[in-house]
């Protein structure tokens, strides 16, 4: 498959990420939380660490149509195939992006990365553990087209890289550049649950499919960040399970099969008539949901989350040549310290006995380990 370049990246998502922390308490902004900031960062984590066990049925399903069903072959022609990758991938995320706000099915996926109420680099980390399950549907058409398997890779690691930089309040409109690219000001207008803004602004790298399509908001009124119904939790477990469990109810409650395969494929805003009256959106609040986590709490969390970000970052560099039962064991932990924080910073009566659990299970699997 190549070298995973999200893994080699993650030093510098850091350090990108220190330098806007140093940068906003120069001008005396706000615009990290500690819960926040870990939650988003958690998200992340836990997308990788499943991941690493999907890759390679995800990338095998690309590989096969592009060995058996391709109907031209664009790698005999790298210039070409190299542009109509790197355009293919950024105008198959439109479309992903744009039905992910549009259908149920997908947002239950895609809304944990819309859950924070801050917006800073930490909030781009913030991804959903199905959202390579929903896109990759939108990919194959590369496939047919014939666009190498590590074109594609290369390509859509590209529009991921890209996308880290844009998610900031401190850099403002960028000029002439903001009417072709993305950039920080237009994904704002995305991130925000202002009436006005909602579902605007898709795009990867381009702005350009937005405003041929339609989509397209410039940034005015101050954004207000966050999903129309608060998510109020800094569990990232909970954050990745929550909007599926959502939906799932809301299915479940249907009266025929058929009103519950609607509901799947209905927009996130619906209402049906067996639900009774609906309830609306709450009105706009730019008040942040918040909790109190004692310093030293926080810096127990910083030390132990730490050490899981390394462990992570050494299952991503080298899960093809790690034992099998160091992979599983490793992503097991990793799993159980983030409900385990998740639960110390919301306050819930299991994470301390969790916590501890988790402690000695790791310094056993250590002892197994080597």
């Not at 819960?35 to 990338?59: K, R």
């Not at 990365?113 to 399950?133: I, M």
């Not at 709490?297 to 132990?304: C, S």
Request: with cysteine; aromatic share 12%.
């Amino acid at each position: 498959m190549g070298p995973n370049y999200i893994a080699l990246a993650v030093p510098f998502f850091f350090l990108l990420m220190g330098i806007e922390l140093l940068v906003a308490r120069r001008r005396r902004r706000v615009v990290y939380r500690f819960e926040d900031a870990l939650t988003d960062v958690s998200c992340g984590v836990t997308q990788q660490i499943i991941v690493l066990f999907a890759n390679g049925a995800l990338f095998g399903i690309y590989l096969w149509i592009y060995n058996h069903a391709r109907l031209v072959d664009l790698g005999k022609h790298p210039a070409a195939a190299w542009v109509v990758a790197l355009f293919g991938v950024d105008f198959i995320y439109y479309w992903w992006h744009r039905t992910s706000h549009r259908v149920n099915l997908l947002w239950a996926a895609h809304a944990v990365h819309h859950q924070s109420e801050d917006y800073n680099l930490a909030v781009a980390l913030r991804q959903a553990v199905l959202t390579p399950f929903t896109s990759l549907p939108f990919s194959l058409p590369l496939a047919l087209i014939g666009i190498p398997p590590l074109m594609f890779v290369v390509a859509d690691s590209v529009s991921t890289l890209y996308q880290f930089w844009i998610h900031t309040e401190l850099v403002g409109r960028l000029g002439p550049l903001e009417a072709v690219l993305n950039t920080p000001s237009h994904h704002r207008v995305h991130h925000a649950r202002n009436p006005e803004y909602i579902d605007r602004n898709y795009g990867a790298i381009l702005i350009i499919w937005d405003r041929l399509f339609g989509t397209f908001a410039p940034e005015h009124a101050p954004p207000v960040f966050g999903i129309t119904r608060p998510f109020r939790s800094f569990n990232s477990i909970r954050a990745q399970l929550q909007p599926v469990i959502e939906v799932v109810a809301t299915s479940l409650r249907a009266p025929r099969l058929a009103e519950r395969l609607r509901v799947w494929l209905a927009p996130p805003e619906r209402t049906f008539s067996w639900e009774g009256a609906p309830a609306g959106p709450p009105p706009l609040d730019a008040a942040k949901f918040t909790v109190r986590v004692a310093p030293r709490l926080q810096r127990y969390i910083w030390v132990n989350f730490a050490l899981v970000i390394a462990a992570t970052f050494v299952l991503m560099m080298w899960s093809e040549s790690l034992p099998r039962r160091t992979l599983l064991c490793g992503a097991a932990l990793i799993l159980l310290a983030l409900l385990s924080f998740g639960g110390l910073v919301d306050g819930r009566r299991w994470a301390r006995p969790v916590e501890l659990g988790r402690v000695a299970i790791t310094a056993v699997a250590l002892v197994w380990l080597v």
